[in-house]
Structure formats: C-alpha cells, structure tokens
C-alpha cells in the first residue's frame, strides 16, 4: 500500500507553510452554520503552530467564478478559525496573490496564522493556470494539503502548487485517506452493502457502477430511487424524478444482476402533494401512489426490510440521504435508518463509513455522528474514492 508523506515527514520550524485547507462551510446571514469541517482542521494547524511554521491558510468558497463577490468573501471565516483555535489570533489577507500578500506573509512570525481571501475570486485557480499556481506557490516554502474533500479537483491551489513546492498532507487528509483505505482498500471484509441515495442518478452514476461490481447489495433511497422505480414500471406520480436517466437505470439494474449484486429499492413511502413543512402525508406502498403525489421518503416496512438486510452485511458505505430530509417529517427515514446502522457498529457487526455533505448534515440532525466508524467530510472525493479513481490531489502526496 503506497504511504502518504504526512507532516511528520518535514521539517517546519521557521517556514512559511502554505496549507489548503477547506472553509467551504454553510454560512447563513455571515454567521457559520455548521463548524464541522472547521473543527476537523484544528489538529493540522495547532501542529504547525506547534512546530513554529508561519501557517499561510488557502481556501475557497462557493463558485465566485473568477471575480470578488462579497457573499463569498473567506473574511468572517477567520474569526470562526479563530474561535475554533480556543481565540487564537487568525490574519486576513484581502487577497490569495500579490504584492499586498506577500508583505504581509514578510511580517508574520514564527506561530502565527493568516488566512487568504478566497483562491476562486482568481480564474487561473479552477483551470489550473500554471502561471497562478506558481503566483501562489511563491508566497511560501512548503505545501501541506488538508482538503480531503477538494482532492478530486485538479485546481491550481490543490495540484498545481503541489508539483512545484515540497508537498505533505495534513491530519485531516491522512486521517480520511487511511480510514477510508483500510475500510474500502483492496480486500473489502464479508459482505458489502451500500446506501446510496440523495437527488440525481446523473452526479452518481459512475459510483453506482462501480459499487455494483464491489459490493452485495445497494440500497437506493432519495429521489435517485425514482428514477429506478420509474425503470421497473411504478407510477411515481409527480416525484423528482430524471426521465432522461431512466434507460441509465435499466443498465445499471441489468448490470448489477450480471455481476450478483443485489438492488434494494423503497418498498414503501412517503407521500405529499405538496413539499412543505408538516404539509400532510401518507405512507403507502410502492404500487399505491396517486398520480399527483410525490415521493419524499421511505416507509416503515422499507426501513425493517433493510434492518433485516443489514444484519446479514460487515461493511457499509453511505452517500445520500434517504429522502427529502431538509423538510419535517421527510428527515425520519435517513435517521431511521442511521440508527440501525449505528447500532449495529456499536455491536461490532458492521463497519460503517459515510460520505457527502447532505447525508452527514442528516446523520448530525439525528446526532448519529459519532456512532458510524467513519464519517468522511468529502462527498464528490469519497464518490470518486468509490470508483476506485486515483484523486489528483492526493496522488501528489504519496512517497
Ligand atoms: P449528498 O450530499 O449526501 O451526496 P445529494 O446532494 O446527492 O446528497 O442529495 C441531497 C438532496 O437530495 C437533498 O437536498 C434532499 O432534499 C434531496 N432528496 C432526497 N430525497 C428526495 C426526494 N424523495 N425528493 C426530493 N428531493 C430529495
Ligand atoms: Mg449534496
């Protein structure tokens, strides 16, 4: 198994370190609404302190494509950094490049953080212009990656700026690269299942292929299952639904019988005729939705058929939630189900892994978050880990 070069591997008293990490994070009216990603950076940048680096801190934020938008500004992340950091003082620097940087990186001291405004507001960062990687690879002497979750993206701050200054990953990165290796490696312990579910086929589609020929079974929730039920003759009434994926879903059905892996579509759910808060639903079986219903999530009997299935499994990977769970009462099948599955980890007869922003912003609701074995921050890098592809980011990093 190929090892990661980790901060252990350098030394780095003393040097500007510029360290990608991702404080893409929900913001409502300024204010962070969930400090997840921000809590799991705080082991990497107290060890540079630690160590006397200058910590140079690159992220960005949202899809600004290429120019400054102040709602998308890294400003009050600094103070939210901070907080994290027990009140340590965290800089900002109004830009990720240029002469006004620089100085200010000249006037750091060894133990202090300043954190740069928003790599995206430049264009050369997503098209990986060498020109902007070199601009920002000047600013320091060592490059340390913290973005699991970004890896997948071959961007001037993540892969360009690594082939050009000594690069390492930070905790976070190792933490999620070994977890999901020694989960998800090679040789997958006993029987496999998978979770997958969330709004489109279309964003998954090469992860559901490739977990057709890794695993046993897939159970597909969300609005995904939809589709697949549209495939196999259900009226799904006015369900999102991806008409245009429906033959997609046929392969993938006929590929999974090929390859004895099993597809666990809802056998029962839920219905609304309007998606709104409490607005009044039903659960029904799948053969009895009325044709201006939708579905929103899965049922009761679904959710003890799987109870069923997932005793029988050792493994688990999850990525999207079961229904529409941003909305009452749609949440129950996500953090029904979850709680099955975190009973089983904590009996020690599976091992659970979860990946994808939404799934895991469900399992918090629930408070499930510390019941799975492994709850990964990425979503688009944990799918692209699934199918089995080599992620740009971290492939730079690998002694
Ligand atoms: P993840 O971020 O975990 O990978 P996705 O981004 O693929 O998940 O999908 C999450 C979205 O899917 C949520 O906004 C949720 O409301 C939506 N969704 C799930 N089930 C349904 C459904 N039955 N109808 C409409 N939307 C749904
Ligand atoms: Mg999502």
Request: glycine share 8%.
């Given at each position: 198994?190929?090892v ?11 040097k ?12 409502q009216?300024?204010?962070?609404e ?12 107290k060890?540079l302190?630690?160590?006397?680096a200058?910590v140079?801190l690159i992220?960005?934020?949202?899809r600004?494509k290429g120019?400054f938008?102040?709602?998308?500004s890294l ?17 900002f620097a109004?830009?990720?490049?240029g002469d006004?940087?620089?100085e200010?990186?000249r006037?750091m001291?060894?133990?202090d ?9 430049h264009?050369?960062?997503t098209?990986?212009?060498?020109e902007?990687?070199?601009a920002?690879?000047?600013?320091g ?9 970004c890896?997948h993206?071959?961007h001037?701050?993540?892969?360009g ?8 990953s ?8 070994n ?6 490696g090679e040789?997958?312990n ?5 979770i997958?579910?969330g709004?489109k086929?279309?964003t998954?589609?090469?992860?559901l292929?490739?977990?057709?020929q890794k ?5 597909i929730?969300?609005?995904?299952a ?5 495939a196999k003759?259900?009226?799904?009434g ?12 046929k392969e ?9 892996c099993?597809?666990?579509l ?19 079986s799948?053969?009895d939705?009325?044709?201006d ?11 003890s ?5 997932l ?6 990977i ?8 941003e909305?009452?009462?749609?949440d129950?099948?996500t953090?029904?189900l ?6 089983l980890?904590?009996?020690n007869?599976?091992i659970s892994?979860?990946?994808?922003g ?11 978050t510390?019941?799975?074995t ?6 688009g890098?944990?799918?692209e880990?699934?199918?089995g592809k080599v992620?740009p ?7």
């Open positions: 198994m190929s990661l070069r980790t901060l252990s591997d350098i030394e780095l008293a003393n500007v370190v510029l360290c990608r990490v991702d404080l893409n994070v929900p913001m009216h300024g204010k962070v969930d400090a997840t990603r921000i809590t799991r950076l705080v082991p990497t940048i060890e302190v630690e160590k006397n200058k140079v992220s960005h934020f949202g600004p120019e938008v102040r709602e998308m400003a009050p992340l600094a103070d939210a950094v901070s907080e994290a950091l027990g009140g340590k003082e965290v800089k109004l830009d990720c490049v006004k940087t620089q200010a990186i006037e001291s060894a133990g953080i300043l954190l740069l405004e928003n790599v995206r507001f264009k050369g960062e098209k990986n212009d060498p902007f990687a070199r920002l690879a000047g600013l002497e060592i490059f340390v990656n913290d973005t699991f979750s890896s993206r071959t001037a701050s993540i892969s700026i690594a082939e050009i200054l000594p690069a390492v930070g905790r976070l990165l190792e933490e999620e690269v977890s999901l290796q020694s989960v998800l040789n997958l006993g029987k496999v299942a998978a997958v579910g709004s086929i279309s998954k589609i090469d992860a292929n490739s977990l057709v695993t046993d079974k897939i159970i929730g969300g609005a995904m939809n589709t697949f039920l549209k003759g259900y009226n799904i006015k369900s999102l639904c991806e008409d245009n994926l429906v033959d997609t879903a993938v059905l006929s590929n999974a019988e090929q390859e004895n099993k597809i666990l809802p056998v029962d759910v839920v219905v609304a005729k309007e998606f709104a808060e409490y607005s009044s639903c039903r659960v029904v799948i053969d939705v009325e044709s219903e939708m579905i929103l999530d899965i049922g009761p009997a679904t959710i058929e799987l109870q069923q299935r005793q029988k499994c050792q493994t688990l999850w990525n999207g939630p079961m229904g529409a769970f909305i009452r009462p749609f129950v099948g953090i029904s979850a709680r099955v599955v975190a009973n980890t904590k009996n007869s599976l892994v979860a990946g994808g939404d799934v895991v912003a469900a399992l918090k609701v629930g408070g499930l510390e019941e799975f492994y709850i990964s921050t990425a979503g890098a944990f799918l880990w699934l199918e992620l980011g971290v492939s730079l990093l690998y002694k």
